[in-house]
């Protein structure tokens, strides 16, 4: 590799241009990459501005469909709906009772998976991968049978059951990603210099392999508060926001739902950014 | 550092060996919790959908085991083009994932520089609108008096009759776009892992775009092409709320007869049924795939 093609080489890898650099032959840069790269990301946010635009319609009776002028009372009446209120209740509850459990009972199997060698280690990485390739409502299906066949009233209950059943899997895998580039030589030094395993966990293992619970933990959550197909075949009478917009939608959807759904979108958004911001910070720090 | 950086830049499959009883004990003690749930609400109720997919009876006076295997035929012969559906829809889906995701993902990985990260969060920003909106996003968009077809319609480009909302390709154009990130995030991972020096490399032996790409580039982005492949056909497959939202009765695809079987009919035999042909075919073609990539690759 000649010293040109190193700092090429080098300046894609830390994902700058390359424009000062000489081009290589073959690699004059096309038009078409980037316009459909473009044209695909306005795609994926056409549904996005669509449903912030409706929530601002000033529609008259059932259907939200054609444009009849700028309004903001469906955000001033946005909680004159006492069902949002608790279906978004019941949602918010759900969701954080299953990150909690889902993170703590997943990133115990992924310790165990990349810190500890045993029988059936294998076994357990196929099994913890089958309920990701199970689709959703074989799931919701299934666990419906199970409650039906021994008379488990459907409710709140069931659907933290049903949520940290499918959360567990993805909680393990990301987890895993985290733990396995882990150097274990750390933990060594640790237990060289007189910790005891539980120490050496809390001081050395959890802080190092914390960015990777809390991504977890965010899936999770995220994962447990969408949720429609599993929880509809479990919740009973219970409502739940992905429910009760599902309902709503029967009849016409009404502007409310498109207003909660850019609130939500707006704090997703936001969490994620911060979130970005506080590393780049630490990383400058 | 010079002792670390062999661990870190091979993070090996083999955690290190820690044989010790005391040790093993351990593991299995942090796996009980977490394996005893997934036991207890994935495996059980797996084999309990069997169980009640081969019981008879009704809902007012129950259901009981006659071990009545015939309601598979039953089920195939009455649901045929369901079946169908669900399999050519997810395969449609897949495909068309894959012709929009590569180039995205390409684009992405090889032409976004310092854009990387923003451009993939933007892929994944649909993610922060709920599935069920997102989805009736695409009534509202193409609703029939709505911003799209009514403004063709008003400017006269479309006859006062065109539809797309409930048709075939509003349920496979909202398939698609729900999916596509899933199509994208794995392609990229596996197109961004490439080391730009393979790609000069093959320039360098005179190997043109074409050859290159086909070459060099497209045989390293597999594992994720596949992986990509999987997150889109398996949920796809048993979807159906892009049907039921965006479609017509002759867009049904076997998730919508499981969940009227089940949530409607209280038919739980037959929702059962069918619920385990889908799995079963899905199955079956997760295990060839993990057979041809090796379960590594997959299970991470």
Known sequence: MTDVDAAVAFERAEGRGTSNAPRRRGRKKGWFLPTFAGLVIAYLFLPIAVMILYGFNDYAGKYNYAWQGFTLRHWGNLFDDPDLVTALQNSIIIAVVVTALATILGTMIALALTRYRFRGRGATNMFIFLPMATPEIVMGASLLTLFVTFGVPLGFGTILIAHVMFCISFVVVTVKARTQGFNAEWEEAAKDLGATPWVTFWTVTFPLILPGIAAAAALAFALSIDDYVVSTFNAGKTVTFPLWVYGASRQGVPATVNVMGTIIFLVGVGLALLNVWFQRRREVA | ?300
């Open chain 2, 1 to 300: 550092m010079a002792v670390v950086a062999p661990t870190v830049a091979q993070p090996s499959a083999q955690p290190p060996a820690r044989r010790s009883p005391r040790v093993r004990w351990i593991a299995y003690l942090l796996l009980a919790p977490g394996l005893g749930w997934l036991f207890l609400f994935w495996l059980w109720p797996s084999i309990q959908m069997f169980i009640t997919s081969l019981q008879t009876g009704t809902y007012a006076e129950g259901y009981t085991f006659t071990g009545n295997v015939g309601i598979y035929r039953d089920v195939l012969a009455a649901y045929p083009e369901q079946l169908f559906r669900s399999l050519v829809y997810a395969l449609i889906v897949t495909v068309a994932c894959l012709a929009i995701g590569y180039p995205l993902a390409y684009a992405i990985a090889m032409r976004a520089g310092r854009w990387k990260n923003a451009i993939l969060f933007m892929v994944i920003l649909p993610f922060f609108v709920s599935y069920i909106i997102r989805t009736l996003s695409w009534k509202f968009i193409l609703a029939d008096d709505g911003i799209f077809l009514g403004t063709l319609k008003s400017i006269g480009l479309l006859p006062d009759d065109a539809q797309i909302v409930n048709t075939t390709s509003a349920v496979l154009g909202g398939l698609i776009y729900n999916f596509l990130p899933f199509m994208v995030l794995p392609l990229f991972v596996s197109l961004d892992k490439i080391d730009p020096s393979l790609l000069e490399a093959a320039g360098d032996l005179y190997s043109n775009k074409r050859s290159t790409f086909l070459r060099v580039t497209l045989p390293l982005s597999l594992p994720g092409l596949l992986a990509g492949s999987l997150l889109t056909f398996i949920p796809v497959a048993g979807d159906f709320i892009n049907a039921e939202l965006l479609g017509n009765p002759n867009t049904t695809m076997l998730g919508n007869v499981i969940q009227v079987q089940m949530l409607e009919h209280n038919d739980y035999p037959t929702g059962a049924a069918i619920s385990f042909i889908l799995m079963a075919a899905i199955l079956i073609g997760v295990f060839v795939y993990a057979k041809l990539l090796g379960t590594e690759e997959l299970t991470g």
